[in-house]
């Protein structure tokens, strides 16, 4: 990763003809547009993304936060980077930078400037100064907080007059060197919510005991897959047959499908469609992501872990990575566990003791239900966006009380211990 995040934006490296054409058409453009009448009374929201229609975490969590300004009223405004097929060519960020700065001009002045990605901070630089908006953010997933150098980060967004935001208080931390930042975790589509909570539990149908694990395909290794399969082999030893799944945005590398075809009981599903995906959920007795942390390139961790609430949505208990942000994913040992450290071993050890009493893991993926139903309320994350994107309340409704997680009947008994949460 360069210093600049996977976009590759370099701040002064736009000297090219292809660029200089693009930015003369542009400021035509410019000239010719006239700003747009005011459609929303509450203000507009200016949002740059890196992509569109291309799949992946970031998409998701960009998605739902247009999604819930949208339910306020305001007005968003979206410029995207790339779109299938397209790369990250000089060609394709020129034309980002000339269509960012047409709507900065368009639509100004805005209430909100949202940068979906630091790698488009450059961009974001000189549509500020056109934008004028009351309020400015850039948001940082995960690895992109390594992965960009503080100096470039630090001038670039005070430059910007964005203030930092994250999925995470892990992440959270890591970005205080920025000043203080915003912590608005992801949210969850309402029609995908209500998919994973209407699928029926399969769990435990055939007897054979089922870990699913779901992430992008291309990550195999930084998601920890080696070592969960060797944790999968550690616990046959002990408990008998266990089934391994695993799922996610493809395609699938050739290496991964190699590695998979190494272990007895091992499923690949490469990019399932929602309703699939759904039932993976449902048929699953424990969900586990074993991400590994690394703040040295190539840059590695989870910045919160949206597949752990879609788990628990689907009533599935889940083991998280043992450091990250995923650790505000989950109730620790009432709706989820994490092992001792990274190593097959202790993750083994956590999959063994919670898949000998299926019982009580039954009853710990209905406490993670009801939680995951609680945090993920599409009412009480739209209110929570627009408090913080917009400087707002929402003039209908207030944000429900959270209901009580029932403490399970032993903390202590048959659980492997639970670390405290690295931050």
């Known amino acids: ?43 507009d929201v200016l949002l740059l993304a890196p992509s569109r229609g291309r799949g992946g975490g970031i998409e998701r969590y960009l998605a739902t936060l247009e999604q819930a300004v949208d339910r306020s009223g305001a007005q968003v405004h979206r410029v995207d980077l790339l779109s299938p097929g397209r ?54 997933h995960g690895t992109d907080i390594w992965g960009t150098s503080l100096l470039r980060r630090t001038y670039l967004t005070r430059l910007a007059r964005a203030r930092p935001l994250t999925v995470s ?37 055939d007897g054979q005991p089922v870990v699913l ?33 695993v ?41 586990a992501l074993c991400t590994r942390t690394s703040v040295r390139p190539p840059c590695s961790g989870e910045g919160f872990g949206i597949v752990l609430a879609e788990a628990q949505l689907a009533g599935c208990p889940v ?19 994490s092992p001792t ?10 999959v063994l003791q919670l898949l000998s009493d299926r019982d009580c893991l039954a009853e710990a993926g209905e406490r993670a239900q009801e939680w995951a139903r609680t945090v993920t309320d599409p009412d009480a994350y739209a209110e929570q966006t627009c408090r913080i994107l917009l400087g707002r309340d929402r003039p209908s409704g207030v944000m429900p009380l959270p209901r009580s997680v029932p403490r399970p009947r032993d903390a202590s008994a048959g659980q492997a211990a639970d670390p405290m949460p690295s931050r």
């Open 1 to 43: 990763m360069s210093c600049t995040g996977w976009l590759g934006w370099r701040v002064g490296a736009v000297n090219s003809k292809c660029f200089s054409s693009t930015m003369r058409n542009m400021k035509n453009s410019m000239r010719r547009d006239r700003p747009a009448e005011r459609t929303s009374p509450i203000g």
């Open 87 to 140: 790369r990250p060519t000089l060609a394709a960020k020129a034309a980002f930078a000339a269509r960012a700065l047409v709507a900065a001009r368009r639509y100004a002045p805005v209430r909100c400037l949202l940068v979906g990605h630091p790698g488009l901070l450059p961009v974001a630089v000189a549509v500020a100064a056109l934008a004028r908006p009351r309020r400015s953010f850039v948001v940082f």
């Open 169 to 205: 208080s892990f992440s959270a931390g890591a970005l205080l060197p920025l000043g203080v930042p915003v912590v608005l975790p992801p949210g969850i589509d309402p029609r995908w919510r209500q998919t994973l909570e209407e699928t029926p539990r399969l769990a435990g149908v």
């Open 213 to 245: 694990s779901v992430f992008r395909l291309s990550e195999w290794r930084q998601k920890g897959l080696p070592e969960l399969a060797k944790a999968i082999q550690q616990v046959r030893r002990g408990l008998g047959a266990v089934r391994l799944v």
């Open 247 to 287: 799922a996610g945005q493809g395609p699938a590398p050739s290496d991964l499908i190699h590695f998979l075809d190494r272990f007895d009981d091992a499923e690949l599903r490469v990019s399932p469609s929602d309703a699939e995906l759904a039932k993976l959920y449902a048929a699953a007795d424990l969900f």
């Open 319 to 337: 083991v998280a990575p043992f450091s990250g942000g995923s650790a505000d994913a989950y109730v620790a040992r009432v709706t989820g566990w």
């Open 341 to 350: 450290d990274e190593s097959a071993e202790a993750l083994a050890a956590v």
